[in-house]
């Protein structure tokens, strides 16, 4: 259910400059005062005006509502805060960045020849058992790698 817009004004702001601002100094007598009343007593002896006590009396009833919302807050919704739970997948690998400079001679670098390919060896038995399979001998990045081939992301085998 969405949050109604607010149905009241305030009585007074405190900055702005407004014809409704009050100064520092008239806030820290108004404390003063109800201070001094509740110290002697006065704060109640007020709920018997006809006009006061009424205002008084709802004033109190807000109150205590906002100590139950604050209440509530506090120990049902913010509450212990439990233990921390398992960490999620590794997000997708983001685009890669700009290649940079081709070492001290940078971008205007002459590349030198291709070496002649080496023979290939004999192929290994077929692994057909996954449980059997090592990725910790896989490279740990893409660096170099071809299309298809596989790397080790952290414990998780990606294709290139």
Same mark, same amino acid.
């Given at each position: 259910?969405?949050?109604?817009?607010?149905?009241?004004? /305030? #009585?007074?702001?405190? @900055?702005?400059?407004?014809?409704? @601002?009050?100064? %520092? %100094? $008239?806030?820290?007598?108004? $404390? +003063?005062?109800?201070?001094?009343?509740?110290?002697?007593?006065?704060?109640?002896?007020?709920?018997?005006?006809?006009?006061?006590?009424? #205002?008084?009396?709802?004033?109190? =009833?807000?109150?205590?509502?906002?100590?139950?919302?604050? &209440?509530?807050?506090?120990?049902?919704?913010?509450? =212990?805060?439990?233990?921390?739970?398992?960490?999620?997948?590794?997000?997708?690998?983001?685009?890669?960045? %700009?290649?940079?400079? $081709?070492?001290?001679?940078?971008? &205007?670098?002459?590349?030198?020849?291709?070496?002649?390919?080496?023979? @290939?060896?004999?192929?290994?038995? %077929?692994?057909?058992?996954?449980? =059997?399979?090592?990725?910790?001998?896989?490279?740990?990045? @893409?660096? /170099?790698?071809? $299309?298809?081939?596989?790397?080790? +992301?952290?414990? #998780?085998?990606?294709?290139?």
């Amino acid at each position: 259910m969405a949050l109604n817009n607010k149905k009241y004004q /305030g #009585i007074y702001t405190k @900055t702005g400059g407004r014809a409704d @601002t009050i100064s %520092a %100094a $008239k806030i820290a007598q108004m $404390k +003063d005062l109800w201070d001094k009343d509740v110290a002697s007593g006065r704060n109640v002896v007020m709920l018997d005006d006809p006009h006061l006590g009424p #205002i008084l009396y709802q004033l109190q =009833q807000m109150q205590e509502e906002l100590d139950e919302i604050r &209440r509530h807050l506090v120990n049902d919704i913010v509450g =212990q805060q439990g233990a921390t739970g398992p960490q999620g997948p590794t997000g997708a690998a983001g685009a890669a960045g %700009a290649k940079g400079a $081709k070492g001290d001679k940078g971008d &205007r670098g002459n590349t030198g020849a291709r070496g002649s390919a080496g023979s @290939t060896g004999p192929a290994g038995p %077929a692994q057909t058992d996954p449980s =059997q399979l090592d990725g910790t001998r896989l490279p740990l990045s @893409t660096k /170099g790698l071809a $299309k298809g081939a596989l790397w080790n +992301d952290k414990g #998780i085998i990606r294709v290139m």
